[in-house]
């Protein structure tokens, strides 16, 4: 059996959009339906991500490259020994088979996406893809406790973060939305502006501490000079 990064990642977003959708029709219990809708969209985030790594070079997608071509170098060595003796009983088919690898998290992906790919990912998805991934990993590592006004607004913004990435994949993937193409939220116009604007709002508060760690480390004069830049690009 094989199973593509492709096909893993459209089945996670498949899933994710049913248990959402199942979610809203329950009126009491289904707390597994949320769970499963958080894990598998941001399982199906991270596996599309690492196919557009994989499509550019399949090194990418590893933690340490250098374990990769380790990996690579004894796979050939294995593959070249079976056809010089067929009798050889060991198969290796992926590098995974010859070394135990690591595959980058879903932070790293965004990162190596957007600079080794130049990639250019929205700041809204982002973060809304970085919302997610907090509450999965609460959800993986801990416990999870929210009231029902975050829990409404956890699910509004899983639909922003369904739409959101399937939107942005489509255009770094091929036929994907044949994949995918029942799986649709609609969305009034809103609820969509509502939820956009919440997530600019954490978006410029990110960037604000960002500003202001960055001044703090600067000394006068180079502060000066980039206040004077700002001015002139702003």
């Not at 941001?42 to 380790?70: A, M, R």
């Not at 982002?126 to 993986?140: L, T």
């Not at 760690?213 to 702003?234: A, T, V």
């Amino acid at each position: 059996m094989k199973y593509t990064l492709i096909e893993n990642g459209t089945d996670s977003f498949k899933s994710a959009f049913e248990n959402i959708e199942k979610f809203g029709g329950i009126t009491q219990g289904g707390r597994h339906r949320l769970k499963d809708a958080v894990i598998f969209l941001n399982h199906g985030v991270e596996i599309l991500l690492k196919y557009i790594l994989q499509e550019h070079h399949p090194s990418f997608i590893f933690n340490k490259i250098d374990s990769y071509l380790d990996a690579k170098k004894n796979l050939k060595k294995i593959s070249l020994d079976t056809r010089k003796n067929p009798e050889n009983k060991k198969v290796a088919r992926t590098v995974f088979d010859v070394k135990n690898l690591q595959t980058v998290g879903i932070a790293e992906a965004l990162r190596r996406v957007e600079y080794l790919c130049d990639i250019e990912i929205p700041l809204e998805f982002k973060n809304s893809i970085s919302a997610i991934n907090e509450i999965r990993n609460q959800i993986m590592h801990y416990e999870v406790d929210i009231d029902d006004s975050e829990k409404e607004k956890l699910i509004t913004r899983l639909k922003y973060c369904y739409q959101e990435s399937v939107d942005f994949f489509k255009v770094h993937i091929d036929n994907l939305e044949h994949e995918i193409v029942m799986s649709r939220f609609e969305f009034t116009h809103e609820e969509y502006e509502e939820e956009r604007e919440a997530i600019w709002e954490e978006v410029m508060e990110y960037e604000r501490i960002r500003r202001e760690e960055l001044y703090r480390n600067l000394s006068e004069d180079d502060l000066y000079d980039l206040m004077l830049y700002e001015s002139r690009i702003y």
